[in-house]
Nanobody
């Protein structure tokens, strides 16, 4: 059974930076993807950034391109989300997720594609 544990988050002023980390435990397949979704108050959960753990190919939502960077350390089953130039609209509960994939697949980025979820961590950006 796989579980995800997230850390990081907090309160930051607009223009500032934060880093989130997520470690997947109990995952033991040849290839898997990890990433982050977020859910703002009153809104649907949306995909943010994702990475394939074996080849580091990534996907970023248009709203965060150029500001967020996702990276991985497969030896630690951990991904990092570096969030720069944060905006008030980035305020949301951020959820880490993981899923088993085939190496030939592109990076999954839709909610239904992910099977394992961590508890959310709140990111608040003040104006």
């Amino acid at each position: 059974r796989c579980s995800c544990r997230a850390s990081g988050g907090g309160l930051v002023q607009a223009g500032g930076s934060l880093r989130l980390a997520c470690t997947a435990s109990g995952i033991s397949f040849d290839d898997y993807a990890m990433g982050w979704f977020r859910q703002a108050p009153g809104k649907e959960r949306e995909g943010v950034s994702f990475i394939k753990m074996t080849d580091d190919s990534t996907y970023h939502a248009d709203s965060v391109k150029g500001r967020f960077t996702i990276s991985s350390d497969i030896s630690k089953d951990t991904v990092y989300l570096q969030m720069n130039s944060l905006k008030p609209e980035d305020t949301a509960v951020h959820y880490c997720a993981a899923t088993i994939i085939s190496s030939s697949w592109s990076v999954p980025y839709l909610r239904y594609q992910y099977d394992y979820w961590g508890k959310g961590t709140l990111v608040t950006v003040s104006s």
